[in-house]
């Protein structure tokens, strides 16, 4: 799972197999490590109607609901997009979307492969990355 974050927005893109482990109720939880500390992430099923936010003492929780991640995972659709109000009136967009494979081999990070990921819609339409 790829975490992404830019001002009030969160983006999290998933491979297929961490698609498949979301849709079967199973959470998905990375770690990134730092010197001095562990920043946690993690995906969550919810029984709850709605996507919802956390973040606390390193540990970034999103939920979302069961029957949402569900039926994504078994269509086509590429993303879900939810909205949550925040204190100070703005508010947190998340995005949770299917990661696709480079359309211009070699150009991702060495760490960064294209195992596991979807073919992109526009694969042979000469366009990079």
Same mark, same amino acid.
């Given at each position: 799972?790829?975490?992404? %974050?830019?001002?009030?927005? %969160?983006?999290?893109?998933?491979?297929?197999?961490?698609?498949?482990?979301?849709?079967?109720?199973?959470?998905?939880?990375?770690?990134?490590? @730092?010197?001095?500390?562990?920043?946690?992430?993690?995906?969550?099923?919810?029984?709850?109607?709605?996507?919802?936010?956390?973040?606390?003492?390193?540990?970034?929780? %999103?939920?979302?609901?069961?029957?949402?991640?569900?039926?994504?995972?078994?269509?086509?659709?590429?993303?879900?997009?939810?909205?949550?109000?925040?204190?100070?009136?703005?508010?947190?967009?998340?995005?949770?979307?299917?990661? @696709?494979? *480079?359309?211009?081999?070699?150009?991702?990070?060495?760490?960064?492969?294209?195992?596991?990921?979807?073919?992109?819609?526009?694969?042979?339409?000469?366009?990079? *990355?």
């Amino acid at each position: 799972m790829k975490l992404r %974050i830019r001002e009030n927005t %969160i983006r999290l893109r998933l491979k297929r197999g961490e698609v498949d482990q979301i849709a079967s109720g199973k959470s998905i939880v990375e770690e990134t490590h @730092f010197p001095d500390s562990v920043l946690t992430y993690r995906l969550d099923v919810s029984d709850d109607d709605k996507f919802s936010t956390s973040f606390n003492e390193n540990n970034l929780v %999103i939920s979302a609901p069961a029957s949402e991640l569900t039926q994504w995972a078994k269509t086509d659709q590429v993303s879900m997009v939810a909205e949550q109000a925040l204190a100070n009136s703005g508010t947190l967009s998340l995005l949770i979307e299917k990661d @696709f494979s *480079c359309l211009a081999p070699g150009h991702h990070r060495p760490d960064d492969d294209d195992d596991d990921t979807y073919p992109h819609p526009e694969a042979g339409s000469g366009n990079g *990355c």
